[in-house]
């Protein structure tokens, strides 16, 4: 079965950090990328940042490069996602996805409604 668990949200003040984690089922984990979509009240889904199981290669959205970090440890099949520096524009539920249909690529990351979806953890960045 299928499963992506989310973890590690919670309520930081600007200027903090916060690190996500997404356990993945040995499944998806051996074939697919990976990665974070974030998604703000009254706002579209953002692909935030995604990684690459065969070469590792990663993508950022511009909104948080320099401030976000995407790493993968392969042996406990867990992605992270370390976020310094949040600001308030940060706060939005965090889902974490992969699947046949995910695209991770230096253009963006994308994924569709039949790939694999975590629950989502909420991050709300608030002095």
């Known amino acids: 079965q299928v499963q992506l668990v989310e973890s590690g949200g919670g309520l930081v003040q600007p200027g903090g950090s916060l690190r996500l984690s997404c356990a993945a089922s040995?499944?998806?984990?051996?074939?697919?990328?990976i990665g974070w979509f974030r998604q703000a009240p009254g706002k579209e889904r953002e692909g935030v940042s995604c990684?690459?199981?065969?070469?590792?290669?990663?993508y950022y959205a511009d909104s948080v490069k320099g401030r976000f970090t995407i790493s993968r440890d392969n042996i406990k099949n867990t992605m992270y996602l370390q976020m310094n520096s949040l600001k308030p524009e940060d706060t939005a539920v965090y889902y974490c996805?992969?699947?046949?249909?995910?695209?991770?690529?230096?253009?963006?990351?994308?994924?569709?409604?039949?790939?694999?979806w975590g629950q989502g953890t909420q991050v709300t960045v608030s002095s």
């Open positions: 990684i690459r199981r065969v070469d590792g290669i990663t």
């Open positions: 040995e499944f998806t984990w051996d074939y697919y990328a």
């Open positions: 996805a992969t699947g046949p249909g995910v695209v991770c690529a230096g253009y963006g990351y994308y994924a569709s409604g039949t790939d694999y």
